[in-house]
């Protein structure tokens, strides 16, 4: 199918909603037409407003022309001189695929690599065409890895793809709005009437009458029938323009297979899969862990630290890049699950290309910290950029010392409810004072419902480990204010804290096991944790 | 203008529909009103007569649903509630001097601890002093051990494995070691002849999961010092049920020895009964009525019965053996013999057969009932 005979599919399928649209409010019409000329009374009124009431979610359906422009991405521009090696591999490529290079590179922050264009008069006349290269994609592949990525988002413009997309894109956003308005309504309904039914049991319990439960199944169905007509359509719709998209994705597949070779084609998918979860972690729990207590690591770090992740648990991300997805990512995404890719690309003969040395993305840069210092000058919030910047092992020792610092806090009032504390000297008096003190502190703490029915020494077998880790945790404040443990970074596994001596942790689990003993023994700890 | 006549018609046809879905809805529940009503009556009448039946049976002396006892298989001893109630006031001595009574006799000794673990598990601020005030104790460490065991099943719970949290089986195994500790403590205080201290091991490998070779071990300790503690053997059948760690052939096969190694009066020929009903429980198709018909299982009967009358009322086993006989009996159609042990059993109902069931009473009075009626002319 040539480019302008899918362009005029689009736009039939396009007008097709607004007919549905037309057909349903000349349907409500001529009902109210009926109504008033066969009834009488306030039946009449009722039923108008109904209708009324129906029209809005249809109107504003139609008349939300503008399909939502998302901001573009943040990131940094970088020109031809600036860098000259990353320019030359993205012209070669687009040379490669055959459609014309991007007039922009912008460095972005996300694992991803896209090619966006402006283009004019519903995609039929090109525009400004930038790439947006994600540096944390860049720091997960090798440079044929790379150059295959792009050839798969360079590909769709060979096949004019792009162009109409936009048309494709805004009658598929239309339609899903539409049908979320009717939904959102009939959710609201339903929850309005739900509140009310619930208000009403309260009044019929409080009156000493058993409670009817609340039956809300007959509400909002008027919008949820309306919402069935445009899924109805909404469904033809797809069927009728993904066979396309899946044959577009599948054939920006084979441009990367011609460029970057089969191998390199098909790990770098299956690098994807591997990379955004990785990242996705690697923010949460490394790059963002020291937000709390004011610190980020140093500039370049807050996304160059991901490296030395993807370097630590390369066992661990061997697993993501086995296991694929079979699911696509959702019933409006038009890519083919990526097993089904993978699949299709390993399955193609060997080109010779397997084995190709590359060196990694990033050195197609000038200089890949300073980019991604200078990323994050334009990423970040003001807020974040204002931050504390130390090296990753500082950033670990602090951040974990104030986050389990202010964990202790909590711990420590739940033991001055019951006269132990505040400070780890004092709790050990208490407990050598009153040893049934223990099971009263273990009792404000949160309790599993096993643990609620537990009687007698059940109930203090089930308090006991709570008391433990509530000492445990004083206990490491405690070492870490003292300078005797330090927190230890680790990019494999999770921080854990490193203590003072070899042999110190048999001693503290024995120390910690003789305080929350039946007949508890406080020494061993005084002796390890607070002499001098 | 006619395009509207024509949606108009349309939508009126829409509207009978919808008010004919209403009239059918609406009659379709009055129907199933009437059939409630309906069932209740039939169910009124069947409660009717099942209570008369057993207004009957308790006419003819068996004792009422609601004075049944779930809690102990036989009538407590007084002496035995009058120790329960020192220690609880903190009168450990007693407890001593109770489960020191019982001897040699390593059955009476175990009947005499378990009672005691009872009451520790729920308050065992008098055991506590008992260990701190005799260390060295074999008995006291024996009761802790016990006390030790039945707190990690009340942790654990009695649910099934997906039932049970994360936090309930850590636990379970915490203690379980810590019980282990308990017990070899109590095994190296004890006198070398007693397999006591090895019997409270026993549990303890199978919560914890022994292998075969571990638990044989174990059961070489136990039998060495006596083999013919009945306790030991209900309890080692456990383990090798599939439940635990073995199967049908492995229990089948354990009792079957244990049996062998019982002269009569010894009432080991309770075994093979344990394990035949613990393979009934478990296989889903398999039907009481008829599996417990097996030639091989009446033979095992008849055998049980030889032993318990050689027995006499002395043995501290026999409340249990007369149980699971009234069960079988009942499901092998003699009612007559099986009426003859609910007479002796009747009223305390706090052990197996009855205690897998989910309402231990409903199973006791169905089978004890039945057999009353088969056997009594005229009811």
């Known amino acids: 199918m040539g480019a302008s005979l899918r362009a005029l599919r689009a736009l039939v399928l396009l007008a097709g909603f607004y007919l549905l649209g037309v057909f349903l409010l000349a349907a409500l019409g001529g009902i109210d037409y009926a109504v008033v000329t066969t009834l009488h009374g306030p039946i009449v009124a009722k039923l108008l407003l109904a209708s009324v009431v129906l029209t809005v979610p249809i109107v504003r359906g139609m008349f939300m022309l503008r399909t939502p422009k998302g901001e573009p991405p943040a990131g940094v521009t970088v020109g031809e001189a600036q860098e000259p090696e990353l320019w030359a591999a993205v012209r070669d490529v687009a040379q490669q695929v055959g459609t014309r290079a991007p007039d922009e590179i912008v460095l972005i922050d996300e694992v991803n690599a896209a090619v966006a264009e402006d283009a004019k008069l519903l995609g039929l006349r090109p525009g400004t065409r930038r790439l947006y290269l994600g540096l944390p994609l860049m720091t997960g592949l090798d440079e044929m890895q790379l150059r295959a990525v792009l050839a798969h988002e360079m590909g769709h413009y060979a096949n004019f793809d792009t162009r109409l997309t936009p048309l494709i894109a805004r009658g598929r956003a239309q339609l899903i709005r539409t049908i979320g308005y009717f939904h959102e309504r009939a959710d609201k309904k339903v929850a309005k009437e739900r509140a009310k039914q619930e208000r009403k049991d309260e009044k019929r319990i409080a009156k000493g009458k058993k ?92 996304f160059g630290g991901l490296r030395r992740l993807l370097d630590a648990r390369s066992a661990d991300l061997d697993e993501l890049r086995r296991e694929l997805s079979t699911e696509p990512t959702s019933p409006y995404d038009s890519h083919p699950a990526l097993a089904e890719r993978v699949a299709r690309i390993e399955a193609l003969p060997d080109d010779g290309r397997a084995g190709q040395a590359a060196r990694p993305a990033l050195e197609l840069l000038a200089d890949a910290g300073a980019s991604l210092a200078a990323l994050e000058q334009v990423v970040l919030t003001p807020e974040a950029l204002a931050l504390k910047r130390v090296d990753w092992e500082d950033l670990v020792h602090e951040s974990m010392t104030a986050y389990v610092g202010q964990g202790a806090e909590d711990i420590r009032e739940t033991f001055a409810a019951e006269g132990a504390g505040p400070g780890l000297g004092a709790v050990l008096d208490a407990f050598d004072a009153d040893p049934a003190v223990r099971w009263r502190i273990a009792d404000r703490f949160p309790k599993s419902e096993e643990a609620q029915a537990a009687t007698g020494r059940t109930a203090r077998e089930f308090g006991r480990p709570v008391v433990r880790r509530a000492l445990n945790q004083l206990v490491s404040v405690e070492l870490t204010a003292r300078g005797a443990a330090r927190w230890q970074l680790s990019w494999s596994d999770s921080a854990s804290l490193r203590y003072p001596a070899d042999g110190f942790e048999d001693r503290l689990r024995q120390a910690l096991d003789a305080a929350v003993a039946d007949a508890p023994d406080t020494e061993p700890l005084r002796k390890l944790v607070l002499a001098p | 203008m006619i395009g509207l006549y024509i949606l108009g018609a349309v939508l009126l046809f829409g509207a009978f529909k919808f008010l004919r879905g209403v009239y059918y809805i609406r009659k379709a529940k009055a129907l199933e009103a009437e059939i409630g009503t309906l069932n209740t009556g039939t169910e009124a009448v ?131 070691v810590k019980a282990q500790e308990v017990a070899h403590e109590a095994q190296r205080l004890a006198d070398p002849a007693d397999p006591t201290p090895y019997i409270v091991e026993q549990p303890i490998g199978q919560g914890l999961g022994y292998s075969h070779e571990r ?165």
């Open chain 2, 215 to 379: 638990y044989r071990e174990l059961w070489a300790q136990v039998v060495g010092r006596d083999p013919k503690v009945l306790w030991s053997h209900i309890s080692g059948l456990q383990y090798w049920c599939r439940k635990w760690r073995g199967s049908h052939e492995l229990a089948l096969g354990f009792a079957r020895e244990s049996a062998a190694a019982g002269a009569p009066g010894d009432l080991l020929s309770l075994l093979p009964l344990i394990a035949y009903f613990e393979q009934e429980t478990d296989e889903d198709d398999l039907a009481a009525e008829t599996f417990f018909k097996e030639p091989e299982i009446v033979a095992a009967v008849d055998a049980a019965l030889l032993d318990l009358a050689a027995a006499g009322d002395d043995h501290p086993g026999t409340a249990r053996l007369r149980h699971m006989l009234a069960y079988l009996l009942f499901w092998q159609d003699r009612d007559e013999q099986a009426v003859e042990q609910f007479r002796h059993i009747d009223g305390y109902i706090g052990c197996v057969p009855w205690s897998y069931a989910g309402s231990p009473k409903s199973r006791y009075l169905y089978a004890r009932d039945w057999a009353v009626g088969v056997s009594t002319p005229g009811l």
């Open chain 1, 211 to 302: 409670a009817k439960g609340v039956d809300t199944a007959g509400e909002g169905a008027m919008y949820r029938a309306m919402a069935k007509v445009y899924i109805a359509y909404g469904n033809f719709y797809m069927r009728a323009t993904r066979s396309t998209s899946r044959r577009q994705e599948l054939a920006a597949d084979l441009a990367s297979v011609r460029v970057a070779g089969r191998d390199s084609a098909a790990s770098a998918l299956r690098e994807l899969n591997a990379l955004d979860s990785a990242h996705d972690f690697y923010m949460s729990s490394y790059a963002t862990l020291g937000v709390g207590a004011g610190l980020l690591p140093r500039p370049g770090e807050v």
């Open chain 2, 46 to 176: 069947k409660a009717e007569r099942k209570a008369e039946k057993a207004a009957a049976v308790v006419a003819l002396g068996f004792v009422a649903e609601a004075d049944l006892d779930t809690e102990n298989p036989a009538p407590v001893p007084p002496e035995r509630t009058a120790v329960l109630d020192a220690v609880r006031s903190g009168d450990w001595e007693a407890g001593a001097a109770y489960v020191e009574a019982a001897g040699k006799n390593w059955q009476e000794r175990m009947e005499r601890v378990r009672p005691l673990a009872e009451a520790a598990a729920e308050d065992d601020a008098w055991l506590l002093a008992w260990r701190a005030a005799r260390p060295s104790d074999p008995t006291a460490a024996l009761v802790d051990a016990d006390t030790a065991i039945m707190v990690a099943w009340n942790v654990r719970g009695s649910q099934s494995g997906s039932r049970t949290t994360q936090e309930q089986f850590r636990l379970f195994r915490e203690l379980l």
